[in-house]
C-alpha cells in the first residue's frame, strides 16, 4: 500500500528560510496570533484558582500590556471553568451515589487496564502514531481534545462544550493541514497541566518560554530535581485525569452495548500519547508496572525542522510573554537532549525497557508502510488484533485510514537555508540521537536535497 507522510503543510513552504549566526528566524507572532485570546490556546480550560495563583506565582513574567486582551479573556473563562467544575464535582457524587459499580471499575489497575504510552520528541510522528493506534476501538480508549482542554468538566459538559467551544479551535492545526476537532486523539499532558494548575508541567514552559529553565526538571521527573510535593501534585492530577477518562469510557461501553448500572463493561486499555513521557517511563512504570510503550524516532534534522516549524506557527497562541529565536531554538535542542538521553539509558537496562513491553519504529518506516509497521508493533506488544481468528475491525480501520491519508505529503524544508554553525550546533546537541538511532550527519538528508 502506498505510504503516507504526518508532516503534511499549507504554511510555511512558500518561502524561504533563513537562519543566520547560528540562529534559525521563527517570527511566532504574526499579528492575527498575537491578536488572539482563546483560539488555539490551551489555557482555555483553567480555573479561575488556578489562574489566579499563575498570575500571582508568574507577575513579574508576564507583560502585562502586550497581552491584555488574552489575560482579560483567560479571566473570564476561568471564572466559568470554575462553575463548571463545582457542576462536574456534583455529578461525581451523584455516581458514587448510584453508579458506585463504574466507580470501581475505574479504579481497577489490572493488567487489561494499564496503558499503552506512545514516546517520542515532538515531531517524529508521535501524533500519526497515536491516531493510528486509537483506530483499534475494540481494543483501546483515548484521551480526546476537548477532555485535555476542559479536564475539570468533561464528564458532565462534554456534548454541549464541544457545541459551545467548537470555534475555539482552527479546522486544522496551526502547524500543518491536518485536521483538528475536539474528538480526536490529543496528548494527555495537556489536561494533567490544567488539573496540576499549571505548576508542574513543561508545557508551562510554552507559555513562560524566558522562563523556560524553569520547568526543565518536569520532563523526567528525576528523584533530586523534584520534591515530593511536586512529584505528588503530578501524580494525583495524572491519575485523576486517567480515572476520569475511564469513569467515561466505561459509560460509553454502557449506552453503545446496551447494558445497565449492574452490568457494567470492563474499561478498555488506554493509548496515552505526551512527548514529555519519553522522560518518564521509570515513574510510568513505578504508576503502571504493565504499561506498554512505543517509541517512534526520525532524522534528528528533521525533527529540528518541524519543532522550528511548530514553534513558528503554533507557539505565539498561548504566549504570555515574547521569548527571542534563541529562547525558542534553545528550548527545541534542549527537551530533545533532556528525552532522549533519559530514554537511551531506560534502553540500556532490561529490566525497564525490553522486547516484552517496547516496541521502536522510524517515522521513514511508519509514513513508507504504515499497515506493515502497525502490525509489527502489535506482534511485538503481543496484541492480537492481527489475527484472522480474533474477529477485529481494527485492520480494516487501518485500511480506511491509510487510504485517506495517503495523498498528505510532508513538509519537505526545501526552502529552508541552515548556516553551518547551526547544523554543527544540532550535530553536537544531537551527538546521541545521530549515533544511537543511526542516523547520517549529512546535512540535508538526501529527499531534503
Not at 517496547?358 to 511508519?366: G, K, P, V, Y
Amino acid at each position: 500500500m502506498k505510504g503516507f507522510d504526518e508532516d503534511t503543510s499549507n504554511n510555511g513552504n512558500n518561502h524561504v528560510t533563513k537562519s543566520f549566526n547560528g540562529l534559525y528566524q521563527f517570527n511566532p507572532e504574526p499579528p492575527h496570533i498575537l491578536r488572539s485570546a482563546i483560539k488555539n490556546n490551551p489555557l482555555s480550560g483553567i480555573t479561575f484558582p488556578s489562574f489566579i495563583s499563575l498570575l500571582s506565582h508568574k507577575r513579574k513574567s508576564i507583560q502585562w500590556l502586550r497581552y491584555s486582551h488574552r489575560l482579560m479573556a483567560l479571566f473570564f473563562m476561568s471564572i466559568f471553568n470554575s462553575f463548571l467544575s463545582l457542576v462536574e464535582y456534583i455529578y461525581i457524587l451523584f455516581l458514587y451515589v448510584f453508579h458506585y459499580s463504574s466507580i470501581k471499575l475505574a479504579n481497577n489497575d489490572n493488567l487489561n487496564t494499564h496503558p499503552v504510552f506512545v514516546l517520542g520528541h515532538p515531531r517524529t510522528g508521535t501524533t500519526l502514531l497515536h491516531s493510528l493506534l486509537a483506530l483499534d476501538t475494540e481494543r483501546f480508549a483515548i484521551c480526546d481534545t476537548f477532555m485535555v482542554g476542559f479536564p475539570h468538566c468533561f464528564l458532565s459538559f462534554e456534548a454541549l462544550g464541544k457545541y459551545l467551544f467548537a470555534g475555539i479551535l482552527s479546522d486544522t492545526r496551526p502547524m500543518d493541514n491536518m485536521k483538528l476537532h475536539f474528538d480526536l486523539p490529543q496528548e494527555d499532558e495537556l489536561g494533567t497541566n490544567l488539573l496540576s494548575g499549571l505548576m508542574v508541567s513543561p508545557y508551562t514552559s510554552l507559555v513562560f518560554m524566558k522562563d523556560e529553565k524553569e520547568y526543565r526538571k518536569y520532563q523526567c521527573f528525576k528523584e533530586g530535581e523534584v520534591d515530593d510535593k511536586e512529584l505528588k501534585n503530578w501524580v494525583q492530577s495524572f491519575q485523576k485525569l486517567i480515572w476520569k477518562i475511564r469513569v467515561r469510557d466505561i459509560r460509553t461501553l454502557n449506552k453503545r452495548k446496551g447494558g445497565n448500572v449492574n452490568q457494567m463493561k470492563t474499561p478498555r486499555q488506554l493509548v496515552l500519547k505526551s512527548p514529555c513521557h519519553t522522560g518518564r517511563v521509570k515513574l510510568l512504570l513505578k504508576l503502571y508496572p504493565d504499561a506498554k510503550f512505543v517509541f517512534i524516532h526520525r532524522n534528528p534534522y528533521e525533527v529540528f525542522l518541524s519543532g522550528a516549524h511548530l514553534a513558528s506557527t503554533t507557539y505565539g497562541w498561548m504566549f504570555l510573554q515574547s521569548p527571542s529565536d534563541h529562547d525558542l531554538q534553545n528550548y527545541i535542542l534542549r527537551q530533545g537532549e533532556i528525552l532522549h538521553n533519559e530514554y537511551f539509558e531506560c534502553r540500556k537496562d532490561p529490566k525497564i525497557l525490553n522486547d516484552g513491553n517496547c516496541a521502536e519504529i522510524s517515522f521513514e518506516d511508519l509514513t513508507g508502510d504504515p499497515l506493515k509497521s502497525m502490525h509489527e508493533i502489535y506482534k511485538k506488544l503481543g496484541f492480537d488484533s492481527f489475527d484472522p481468528q480474533v474477529q477485529s475491525s481494527y485492520p480494516m480501520n487501518l485500511q480506511r485510514e491509510c487510504r485517506e491519508l495517503s495523498g498528505y505529503q510532508r513538509n519537505k524544508f526545501k526552502n529552508v537555508i541552515l548556516d553551518d554553525e547551526l547544523v554543527a550546533t544540532i550535530q553536537n546537541r544531537w551527538k546521541k540521537q545521530f549515533e544511537v538511532l543511526g542516523y547520517s550527519k549529512t546535512f540535508p538528508p538526501n529527499h531534503l536535497q
